[in-house]
């Protein structure tokens, strides 16, 4: 009889308990996938003029592409102009740290850009640049 209770405390005692690694792993995938910095598209290519003075900017959220036919682009999605300062409201609401960056097609007009310009500045981010090829 003592055997036998002698062989199911060896038992007992050889199982290993994977739940505390188990939360350690799946704590350290939530970390990683909360901090993973995923690469943004504002949803068209745009073919941008050259600029000798062009330096890349980091941080950079809030992509929004003016076509050759002054269409704005912003998250894939086609914006009307009126909506554009509600759309930037709404992703510096989201990540108040980022900036935006305006990708203008080399044919599309000055009108267009401004209007981006000032509904960014309207939604109240002032760090607005124009991206451009070096």
Known sequence: MKQHFQNLV????????????????FIML???????????ESG???NRPEAATAVKKDRANILVAIS??????????????RAVQANIERLY???????????ADKKATTETLIKVMDASRAAGVYDVSIAARE
């Open 10 to 25: 060896d038992e007992e005692e050889a199982n290993i308990d994977l739940t505390p690694m188990l939360d350690v792993v």
């Open 30 to 40: 939530i970390f990683f996938i909360v901090t993973a910095s995923f690469v943004k």
């Open 44 to 46: 068209i290519d745009v």
């Open 68 to 81: 050759d036919t002054n269409e704005i682009w912003i998250n894939k999605r086609r914006i009307d102009e």
């Open 93 to 103: 609401a989201e990540n108040p740290q980022g900036s935006v960056v305006i990708q």
